[in-house]
């Protein structure tokens, strides 16, 4: 063991290197191996490896567009056995997604069964659903058996399975795509195929054409869901420049009319990825919060289509000035990032452009035309040697049937003899010359085996003529293709050809071929006042003794009896309007703000104050009152401290109320009175009296305060303001008010003493 201590390989300084390189290097192979095989797209037919296995299993079953469907259980466990040795449930959700058209633009499978909805319900288990490729999916397979793509080992080395698909059309932007790999990510909307391929014959006629001119074939995405993009355009320009950026997306809507001056707002479309069930949650959430307070509930009228009622509260109120509240509060406006992130030729991540991803398509496509057009040579040519046979059979038609019926091996015969080639350029029997006996110009194997499978029936002489224009169309057909693999111009004209083809399938014409996403200038959205948005009533707001809270309708006497809970009673009752905003100051120094809009009707017994705002149990009202914009207000702690607050700092835009004055236990908040003259009176519990200037109060936004009033013993009852000219009025006992004009026996410094209350001043220390 001290050997090995001593060995200076084996100490921890040297072992941490390269378990360092050894960690390192299994990193990169893990997230290699997850950008390449997992979550980035290729750019050339815009799938993934899970995405090309479903569509290639589903066509090694034969499930064509016109066929028949097979249960999904079957599909995934043929996908998972043969090609992506993962959980069935990963690969039945790929394709269950591939079959929702709210989901992709473009379905790739058709799906027969309950493949999940715009609601965000799942789908069902995969042995109830089954599944077929659709027409898209059947053009993105188009030339595999035309070599027109590699093929690779599958996992296990018992199968084949493509590299890629030959993709007849720009999947990656057609149906878009969605990943998060290791230190990176994708997110990329779908587009429509007609302005893809508009796009597409443009660069191949212009390959150095800018982004800008592109946009003038692709203004923009172009959502299953259909909705409004609101994004500028010089925004969209630049986020396709540089394959990144937003696009802000908005819900369609419309003013369905009730009539008698009602209406409603209908929402027919949503956003992108946006679940329908979710967003009536929030949009329920808004109204029992009140945070859009015009809005009075929402309704689910949705069936095949989208319908979404919105009710307002008033009938005056602006549609558009509701809608963009909603737009500020809920997911009927959300904003979908791009982030073109792709493989490009199945290797390389990068962020491409808009004109990089679709030359990397437009590339792709011309190397699926040359592989193609080798392929069909090869069997151009492989044809062209059988009929080359045949013809010869034709032309010596006793020597082959001689050889046939007499010879032993047949096969080995018809090699060996010497048929001559003047046949090839015959072009009848008079022209033929038959060879010498023992030439050495024989036929091959795959010329003598064709003849010994000839049918006796095809001895006939409709079937030479058959056989020569054949040869001719195949030896034109081969003389075609041999130019086109000799002129990259005529290489673009053909591919050219084959786009408009797709295009005149699966453009306008087709039943999902038409644009669903429009474009549309959005105004900015301000911020609405709350009298814009209630309908303006009058109201009486009562508040009892326990707290509870009513609005009465109308301005009703407010002499008048009421009736409360058992051991209750008035204590706050004031005239206000629907579109006022209620101040509620707590003796625990918070102020909480209420719409008047929002409180319970007058039917009965209201509900409790507690309930609305965030007020603690052991904290009680001290004042409940209507907010004037603009004014003051005085605040003060029963310790005799406080100061002035501008009635805008004490707004509150929470249940849980806005913290002003500062208290020290076991202080408690004791006075809040609008400021209304020049000079503060203050009276204590030892009922002495002291008045000094306004000016002398500091104004603060939250705080302690400064004292008022110096006690020897007990704290501050009461404090007002008024002015000082008119005298300071209070309440009697009777009921009666007085005024006490001569109040230089009380004038004073803040801070000190002051004297006893003149004669007749309430008892309760109070000035109302």
């Keep these: 063991m ?54 290639y299993a589903m066509r090694e079953l034969r499930l064509t567009s016109t066929g028949g469907f097979r249960k999904s259980a079957k599909i995934s466990g043929d996908v998972m056995g043969n090609y992506h040795p993962h959980g069935d449930a990963a690969i039945y959700d790929a394709m269950a997604r591939l079959a929702q058209d709210f989901a992709v633009r473009y379905p790739l499978v058709d799906g027969q069964g309950n493949f ?24 993105l397979l188009e030339g595999l058996a035309e070599d027109a793509v590699d093929f690779r080992d599958n996992y296990d080395g018992t199968l084949r399975e493509p590299v890629v698909l030959p993709a007849a059309f720009p999947n990656l932007l057609a149906n878009g795509s969605s990943g998060i790999a290791v230190g990176m990510a994708t997110n990329i909307p779908p587009h429509n195929i007609g302005e893809l391929v508009e796009a597409c014959l443009h660069l191949i006629k212009s390959p150095d054409a800018r982004d800008e001119t592109l946009m003038g074939h692709i203004p923009g995405p172009d959502f299953p869901t259909g909705g409004v993009i609101v994004e500028p355009r010089e925004n969209i320009a630049e986020a396709y420049r540089t394959g990144r950026g937003s696009f802000r997306l908005r819900a ?31 949009i329920a959430e808004l109204i029992q919060t009140r945070k859009v307070p015009i809005l009075a509930d929402v309704r689910d009228e949705s069936a095949e289509d989208i319908r979404l009622v919105l009710e307002p509260r008033s009938r005056n109120v602006d ?21 073109m992130n792709v493989l490009i030729d199945g290797v390389t991540p990068k962020v491409c452009s808009l004109k990089e991803v679709l030359r990397a398509f437009l590339d792709f496509r011309q190397e699926v035309l040359l592989r193609r057009s080798r392929h069909r040579m090869e069997k151009i040519d492989h044809r062209l040697e059988v009929l080359e046979g045949l013809i010869v059979a034709f032309l010596n038609l006793d020597r082959v049937i001689d050889i046939i019926r ?31 006996p023992g030439g050495e110009d024989g036929l091959s194997e795959l010329q003598a085996e064709a003849i010994l499978n000839m049918r006796l029936r095809s001895l006939r002489r409709l079937e030479e003529m058959e056989l020569r224009a054949e040869r001719d169309a195949l030896m034109a057909e081969r003389a075609g293709l041999e130019d086109l693999l000799d002129d990259p111009a005529r290489q673009w004209a053909a591919i050219a050809d084959e786009l408009r083809a797709v295009r005149k399938t699966f453009g306008k014409t087709h039943p999902i071929g038409a644009r669903r996403t429009t474009f549309a200038d959005a105004a900015a959205i301000e911020e609405v006042p ?35 809970k058992d051991g209750d009673g008035p204590r706050f009752t004031f005239h206000a309007e629907t579109t006022d905003r209620l101040l509620v100051f707590g003796t625990n120094g918070r102020f909480y703000t209420l719409s008047a809009a929002n409180l319970p009707g007058g039917r009965g017994m209201g509900e409790p104050l507690r309930l609305m705002v965030d007020l603690p149990n052991e904290a009680e009202i001290v004042t409940l009152f209507i907010h004037r914009p603009g004014g003051k207000l005085l605040v003060a702690s029963s310790a005799g401290d406080g100061f002035v607050v501008p009635e ?10 806005r913290q002003v004055l500062n208290l020290r236990a076991p202080a408690r908040a004791q006075v809040c009175r609008p400021v209304t003259g020049d000079h503060v009176a203050c009276v204590g519990e030892n009922r002495k009296l002291l008045v000094f200037p306004l000016d002398e109060l500091p104004e603060l936004g939250r705080g302690k305060g400064v004292r008022l009033q110096k006690f020897k013993d007990g704290g501050l009852s009461d404090a007002t303001t008024f002015t000082l000219a008119e005298g300071l009025s209070w309440r009697d006992p009777a009921g009666r008010t007085r005024t006490q004009s001569d109040l230089t026996e009380w004038l004073g410094k803040r801070a000190s003493a002051g004297r006893m209350a003149p004669r007749g001043f309430p008892r309760d220390n109070r000035f109302t």
């Design 2 to 55: 001290s050997d090995l201590l001593d060995d200076p390989n084996m100490r921890p300084e040297a072992l941490a290197e390269p378990l360092r390189r050894a960690i390192g290097e299994r990193y990169l192979t893990y997230a290699l191996s997850t950008i390449m095989h997992r979550a980035l797209p290729d750019a050339r037919d815009g799938l993934k490896p899970v995405h090309r296995r479903i569509l």
């Design 116 to 139: 999940g909805n715009i609601d965000g319900d799942n789908p069902a288990a995969s042995r109830y659903t089954e599944a077929r490729l659709t027409v898209f999916a059947e053009a």
């Design 252 to 282: 369609r809507w419309q003013v369905e009319d009730l009539g008698r001056g009602g209406w409603q707002i209908v929402i027919t479309e949503i956003p992108y990825q946006v679940q329908k069930s979710r967003l009536i949650e929030r």
């Design 319 to 339: 549609p558009d000035m509701l809608m963009g509240m909603m737009f500020r509060n809920s997911d009927l406006e959300v904003r979908f990032s791009l982030n």
């Design 406 to 436: 007499y010879d032993e091996d047949p096969k080995a015969a018809l090699m060996r003899e010497d048929w001559g080639r003047s046949f090839a350029r015959a072009t009848s029997e008079a022209d033929y010359v038959p060879p010498a």
């Design 530 to 564: 709350l009298e814009a948005m209630i309908e303006r009533e009058p109201i009486t707001v009562v508040c009892s003794r326990m707290g509870w809270i009513r609005a009465m309708t109308g301005h009703i006497d407010l002499t008048r009896e009421l009736k409360f």
């Design 648 to 657: 805008q700092e004490v707004l509150a835009q929470t249940r849980a109320g």
